[in-house]
């Protein structure tokens, strides 16, 4: 297959699965997100937004903000995983709006990433076929499903770990690209990773270490090369992380119970389990289980074992399946010394962060080592004079793959998506007097899916307000009742229906925080200007008493649709 060739199908692929994967997406991406409205999805779109903020009308990194955690103030990057993709839709989301932003750097990251996918395996030895199988495979698995699914956007397969793998191939593979050229791939394969998850980029750095020990044995006089490209990116995502990743003053919550915990408690709580108890593919998130995938991808890579084109994905995967069944050595954090923001905490973040990302590189390797026993056996086939019958065999294990996705998935393709609902009181906000906003409830106490995916909504309406508000990424923030400021934020009890959860027992209303009479004036004069009650996420038993208590002591509030009422701190 020629290059030019090889690049139009590459792209015309990459379209066709983006369409598969967004569906009605793609017809509204100003009013429409991938997933479900209860997880992260509206975090990514404060993402965005902040960013485009942040660079074009602040002028600043948006590493730190003070527009959240108010009046402290946050450290953005410990919690976002990264910005290069918001930095790149910054145009689109001037001008269009946060949630299209985002929908554009979704749609560029399934498309570049099932393209770049194509043109590795083209480029490992691959025809058409068995490499359109590595482009389905990354980019449709029931992991990356799941991740939309979820709002984790920011870890979707996209283009530069392909990038990376592609660089170190060329290296190997006689009459490559020149070897400065893909030196500068793997440097700015690892570079981008670090700058769109920092996580990911931890696991990647990893396989890029032994793609530079493969370039060593194959091709030693290109190792300092490959050297080259892999301390260069080393070295810019390093350079990167010290700007986007400064100190962290406000670690999350989880972070802090880490820190706490017993080893054992710290390895079943937060590595996903007992080892061996988890299906392959799969999230841990929404249990998606993916047998077809797995088998077929053994069963390839066996076969590919066979061939001297295929040995090596089929070996790379040993670590990675050695990793997902075999025990993980515990990490007794609790015996290093020092407060949470020290060593402690910054192991616990990276640990909590980067989790089971330490086998994204499996969802690539798998159909890579699987396509190369698929052509091994079409060769095999062809060999002893069954041409037509191997010819089929990727045409059929694709439309396989992604059948299973389609019975595995709760909604199958296109992926489902929700519609960003509209928020009056934030746009009337937007134009009130001054002074931060302080949205309730607060969630505190909360358990941290419930909490994400209200205090997600907060940041959501902050992009339509811009005002500084009191709620923070997830559960980044700590609580104490005896502060006043916080005394209101335990008051509220949420409602767990509301968000789509198990009913559970929320936190009993404290009729003492809001009985009437309560003064406001340690909020306003903290900077807060404006109180804003989301009756729709308080428990149903207690929503008239809370807005009744509240009415008592602030007066007569602004009304809006969906149970949202508005009262302004300071007076009139």
């Known amino acids: 297959m020629t290059r030019g060739r090889c690049l139009l199908v590459a792209a015309g692929l990459g379209a066709v699965l983006t369409a598969v994967l967004l569906g009605p997406v793609l017809l509204d991406p100003n009013g429409r997100l991938p997933g479900t409205p209860f997880v992260g999805a509206y975090s990514h779109v404060w993402r965005t937004w902040w960013t485009a903020h942040a660079v074009a009308d602040l002028h600043v990194l948006p590493a730190t903000t003070s527009l959240l955690a108010f009046p402290g103030g946050f450290d953005v990057g410990w919690f976002m995983a990264g910005f290069l993709d918001a930095a790149l839709v910054v145009p689109i989301t001037r001008f269009w709006g946060p949630v299209a932003g985002v929908n554009t750097w979704i749609a560029f990251t399934v498309a570049s990433g099932a393209a770049l996918a194509f043109v590795l395996a083209v480029r490992t030895g691959l025809s058409s076929g068995p490499a359109a199988l590595v482009a389905v495979g990354w980019t449709v698995s029931p992991f990356a499903l799941s991740l939309l699914h979820g709002g984790s956007y920011e870890v979707l397969p996209g283009p530069w770990p392909p990038l990376v793998l592609l660089g170190f191939v060329e290296m190997v593979r006689p009459g490559g690209l020149w070897p400065p050229l893909a030196a500068l791939a793997v440097a700015a394969g690892l570079l981008l990773q670090a700058l769109a998850s920092w996580p990911a980029a931890v696991t990647w750095a990893g396989v890029a270490l032994v793609g530079t020990v493969v370039v060593a044995l194959r091709t030693p006089r290109r190792t300092p090369w490959a050297a080259l490209g892999l301390l260069a990116g080393l070295a810019a995502s390093w350079g990167a992380s010290r700007i986007l990743l400064p100190a962290p003053t406000h670690l999350p919550s989880p972070v802090l119970d880490i820190c706490s915990l017993k080893a054992s408690e710290f390895h079943f709580t937060h590595l996903g389990g007992p080892p061996g108890t988890r299906p392959l593919l799969v999230s841990s998130a929404h249990q998606w289980r993916s047998h077809f995938v797995v088998l077929v991808g053994l069963a390839g890579a066996a076969a590919a074992l066979a061939s001297r084109s295929g040995r090596l994905w089929a070996l790379a995967l040993v670590p990675f399946l050695l990793d997902r069944f075999l025990p993980i050595p515990w990490i007794p954090l609790r015996t290093v010394p020092g407060p949470p923001e020290g060593v402690c905490g910054l192991a616990a973040t990276l640990l909590e962060h980067v989790g089971d990302r330490r086998l994204l590189p499996l969802y690539l390797l798998l159909p890579l080592a699987a396509a190369h026993g698929v052509q091994a056996v079409a060769r095999a086939l062809a060999r002893q004079g069954l041409p037509r019958l191997g010819r089929v065999i990727a045409p059929v294990t694709i439309a396989a793959w992604l059948a299973e996705g389609w019975m595995a998935a709760p909604h199958g393709f296109p992926n489902p998506s929700f519609e960003v609902p509209d928020a009056p009181h934030a746009r009337w906000l937007a134009t009130a007097g001054p002074g931060a906003v302080l949205d309730l409830p607060a969630m505190a106490g909360a358990n941290p899916t419930a909490a ?82 989301h009756g729709a996420f308080v428990a149903p038993e207690s929503r008239a008493v809370v807005a009744a208590s509240l009415e008592a002591s602030l007066g007569p509030p602004e009304v809006f649709p969906g149970e949202v009422r508005v009262w302004r701190l300071d007076g009139p």
Do not use: M, N
Request: glycine share 8%; proline share 10%; hydrophobic share 45%.
């Open 452 to 533: 994400k995916a209200v205090l997600s909504r907060y940041l959501y309406e902050q992009t339509l307000h811009g005002r500084p508000i009191r709620a923070a990424v997830g559960t980044g923030l700590s609580h104490d009742p005896a502060d006043v400021l916080d005394a209101i934020e335990f008051a509220l009890p949420w409602d767990p229906e509301a968000l789509g959860l198990t009913p559970r027992r929320p936190p009993r209303f404290h009729d003492a925080a809001l009985a009437d009479g309560w003064d406001a004036r340690p909020l306003v004069e903290a900077g807060f200007g404006w109180l804003v009650l």
